[in-house]
């Protein structure tokens, strides 16, 4: 399927040294396992890069971390002063600029559910690509200005990100998760969290619709990545053909080969046309000759 | 438990319990004290302030007392500034004159007498501007804050956010190492903050959330699991937290301790 086509340590060293395109990638983290290492590796990879003017956007850190060119703490701002101010370190959508801006956001729970979509709109442009974190476990508090049935900040956060990444600590195999798990609903937070060495869950979002899905031991101090589960392997083994037992089945071929899978990957699906919006919602209506249309009753109209 | 070895107090790789990295000028940092109401901190804050003041906190060591090896800064301004929400000038003074700290010593802020009196009737954000006014800017120093959490019922429509961006964060710059002192007895009895829709609660969590992914270091208090114990009052567990990162020559060294505490005195063993 699609992951036949990618190796997954590339792609993800790819996404650290900010080569793949992602405008916004989302980082999530809780305080088993915060995401101050995987920061880190993105500086660690994009380091060699000269041209990476690293933006950092603070509402949580107050030492100004060393590879920041621009550091901006946000926790006396105002939403539209923010945005001002972040204005001035980047190139506006128009222009063209050679180097590539990376902007980190620590993190991204302080600005409320009802100007997040507003603020990420506002400041996003070519040559720029967003780092947002976001405390999982920081409940949400709704004001409902948007009605209730508006999504959440995590649900918003996680439609328009193009790579999402979900740092966990590394359980050993005596340590029960369940247990961890209500310890830390309790801010009791177990020996051996937040450690060099963590799991990395990535989502990667195709332009085909299509999302990978790969889980990665991360060491931090020596920066290998070591996959840990092809998730796409195991979602194939569950529903999709085992070619094996298509086999003999009928006098024709059931199985697919390589090739026709690769093919399949590629399909723009139809329903991601219509999330371009480039259309519209106009109702297009013609009359035809033996339409009876009464220009005094107002529920005719079809406009 | 007469049995174990007594411990000493450790915190960081330096073999110190407040690194001297962390009070330089060049940083700010924060340490967060969580407990309850069956496991009170009163002695931890104690040994905490004795650091600072002595060096060292002579009231937990197994071989050494406050006379023989106290050494006092020579900096004529107190290292430590004590602020608490829940106990006045008066409970400190008799704890810590106990440990052979003088008024002089630190310099207390009384956030607790007469709190809502003074403040009733006034715009939420010059109640918390007029608390920051009692904190002078010293990045050599160490602050302790005990439970500000209180300020989310006190003060009418302040939420945690702003509790954290208008009062904790500016705190923090005014100083080398905020401790913050705070209780999680909400959380211990009842649901599980993520399953309830109490606005009190979650705004509760989502402070002690925010303290917890600011902290270099996280000392936690809790009872036994096992229920009450004549010769244990507790467990001291020492974890990193979320801005363990921060200072690249020194980390948190995670540690597990039990304590018991006897009228005037604490003991260590290791668990």
Redesign the interface.
């Known amino acids: 399927m699609a992951s036949s086509s990618y190796n997954p340590s590339i792609l993800l060293k790819r996404i650290f040294s900010l080569n793949e395109t992602s405008p916004l990638i989302l980082s999530l983290d809780t305080?088993a396992q915060?995401s101050?290492?995987l920061l880190?590796e993105f500086v660690y990879c994009s380091s060699t890069n000269k041209d990476i003017t690293i933006v950092y956007i603070s509402?949580?850190?107050?030492?100004r971390p060393s590879y920041a060119t621009n550091f901006i703490d946000a926790?006396?701002l105002k939403l539209q002063d923010l945005i001002s101010t972040l204005r001035t370190y980047l190139p506006s959508p128009q222009e063209k600029v050679a180097g590539k801006f990376l902007v980190i956001i620590d993190?991204i729970n302080?600005i409320s559910n009802t100007n997040l979509s507003q603020f990420i709109s506002s400041i996003a442009s070519p040559n720029i690509t967003f780092l947002v974190n976001f405390?999982k476990?920081?409940?949400e508090?709704n004001d409902n200005e948007n009605g209730i049935h508006y999504p959440s900040s995590f649900e918003l956060l996680h439609f328009m990100a193009a790579t999402i990444l979900e740092v966990e600590p590394q359980f050993s195999d005596t340590v029960e998760e369940e247990d961890v798990r209500?310890n830390l609903?309790?801010?009791?937070?177990?020996?051996?969290?937040?450690n060099s060495t963590y799991m990395l869950t990535l989502t990667n979002k195709r332009k085909s619709g299509r999302s990978i899905n790969y889980q990665f031991t991360i060491n931090s101090d020596t920066h290998e990545y070591e996959i840990f589960k092809d998730m796409n392997e195991i979602e194939d083994n569950v529903n999709n053909e085992n070619p094996e037992a298509l086999q003999d089945l009928a006098t024709f071929n059931l199985s697919t080969s390589a090739k026709q899978k690769k093919a399949k990957d590629q399909v723009e699906l139809p329903f991601l046309e219509a999330q371009s919006f480039n259309t519209g919602g106009a109702i297009v209506y013609e009359f035809e000759k033996d339409d009876d249309y009464d220009e005094e009753d107002p529920y005719e109209d079809p406009f | 438990m007469s049995g174990l070895q007594r411990q000493d107090l450790i915190l960081f790789s330096d073999q110190s319990v407040i690194s001297s990295q962390l009070c330089d000028g060049n940083s700010n940092d924060m340490i967060l004290v969580t407990h309850t109401a069956a496991t009170l901190p009163t002695w931890l804050v104690n040994a905490l302030v004795e650091t600072k003041v002595l060096g060292a906190p002579f009231s937990l060591k197994t071989d050494s007392t406050p006379s023989s090896n106290a050494q006092k800064s020579s900096r004529n301004d107190p290292l430590i500034t004590i602020a608490s929400f829940v106990h006045n000038a008066d409970y400190f003074d008799k704890n810590l004159s106990k440990l052979k700290i003088g008024k002089n010593d630190y310099k207390m802020v009384d956030l607790f007498t007469d709190f809502v009196v003074n403040n009733i009737g006034k715009p939420k954000d010059k109640i918390i501007s007029d608390i920051l006014g009692s904190f002078l800017v010293d990045t050599g120093s160490t602050i302790v804050l005990e439970q500000p959490e209180i300020l989310l019922s006190l003060i009418e429509g302040l939420t945690s956010d702003e509790l954290s961006l208008w009062f904790i964060t500016p705190l923090m710059k005014k100083c080398g190492l905020l401790i913050v002192v705070t209780s999680t007895e909400l959380y211990f009895n009842n649901t599980p903050y993520e399953s309830t829709q109490d606005k009190n609660i979650l705004d509760h969590s989502r402070f002690t959330a925010a303290c917890t992914y600011k902290s270099l270091a996280v000392l936690n208090l809790k009872p036994l699991e096992t229920g009450r114990a004549k010769d244990v009052t507790g467990t001291l567990r020492i974890t990193r937290g979320g801005a363990h990162d921060s200072h690249p020559n020194i980390h948190v060294v995670e540690n597990e301790f039990l304590y018991l505490t006897q009228k005037d005195s604490t003991k260590l063993f290791y668990r």
């Open positions: 305080i915060t101050k290492n880190n509402f949580e850190t107050i030492n926790s006396s993190s302080y405390h476990d920081m409940p508090l209500s609903s309790k801010f009791i937070i177990p020996k051996g969290m937040n």
